[in-house]
């Protein structure tokens, strides 16, 4: 009966509508634990799930190079920044409760709002859609278009990554060592 | 039941308001912008999703500008996480409700 019943859903449903849902459904889990869990570690970590699960649907949109950018810039480096800014930030024995929300019942609200407004409006529009083409490499046909029709959109960016690495830098040091040593100087 | 672009458009639209919830709840500076983060996954996911399913001439468009959307999300992570940081030298606490030095 089981069986018969798993072999149905397999054979009607094709198999591409399964993994989406499970990609989906990872993704949107892991959202829910960012924005509901009490427990920042935990929030964390669920952002991890999200951006994994993020990472499947680029995949899932024949997007590959879009995919392994998501996977280094968001899990290797915004994630593990994140985590570092828990760690410092929160003492040990607070952790239990180190995610506190506020006006829940106001932001529910506001968040059933916002989503049946998306959600009707999507619903509702008749979007003017294509049949996807068979799934091929995209990060030759990004790479050309970085340095041909977005080449001046592509050093803006490469500027302004600079600057927040400097402004970064700048407002997260302690200044209080290099005060002293201007004092330090102007004794001696 | 083939995977079109409304199940994106739906998916987006749903990582979008848990983002915002997270933004407009969160008493922790951090988790603000764990909020803001699930805010800029869900316009990328908009862009893949209109370059592969929409039917617009210029496909390559919507693959190059979640690139720049990413650059700006790890520029908004190191300056914003180094804000909390200085914060929390300061003021010993992120929480959002206790750092009000303006308001006195």
């Known amino acids: ?171 997260a040091r302690k200044e209080v060592k290099f005060i002293e040593d201007n004092e330090a100087q102007d004794k001696g | 039941m083939t995977v079109g672009l409304i199940h994106f458009l739906v998916v987006a639209a749903i990582l979008f308001a848990l983002g915002f919830y997270t933004v407009v709840t969160r008493k922790n500076a951090v988790g603000i912008l764990m909020g803001v983060e699930l805010i800029l996954n869900a316009a990328n996911l908009n862009f893949v999703a209109f370059s592969r399913y929409g039917a617009v001439a210029n496909v390559t468009a919507g693959q190059v500008f979640p690139v720049f959307g990413i650059m700006v999300a790890a520029a908004e992570a190191a300056v914003g996480l180094a804000i909390v940081l200085a914060i929390f030298q300061n003021w010993g606490s992120i929480d959002t409700e206790k750092t009000t030095a303006l308001r006195q």
């Open chain 1, 1 to 171: 009966m089981f069986l018969e019943l798993t072999e149905n859903i397999l054979t009607t449903v094709p198999l591409s509508f399964h993994i989406f849902m499970a990609l989906a459904s990872f993704t949107v889990l892991g959202a829910c634990g960012v924005a509901f869990s009490q427990n920042i570690v935990y929030s964390a970590f669920s952002l991890l799930a999200t951006f994994a699960g993020m990472v499947g649907l680029f995949g899932f949109l024949s997007n590959d190079f879009l995919a392994i950018v998501q996977l280094m810039v968001y899990v290797g480096g915004i994630l593990v920044v994140i985590l570092f800014a828990v760690m410092l930030t929160n003492k040990i024995s607070e952790v239990q409760s180190s995610n506190p929300s506020n006006n829940i019942i106001a932001g529910l609200c506001l968040m059933g709002l916002l989503l049946t407004v998306l959600v009707t409006s999507v619903f509702s529009y008749d979007w003017q859609t294509r049949e996807p083409g068979p799934y091929e490499p995209t990060a030759a046909k990004i790479g050309d278009a970085f340095l041909g029709p977005y080449l001046i959109n592509f050093e803006i960016a490469g500027l302004m990554l600079l600057v927040a690495l400097l402004a970064a830098v700048v407002v």
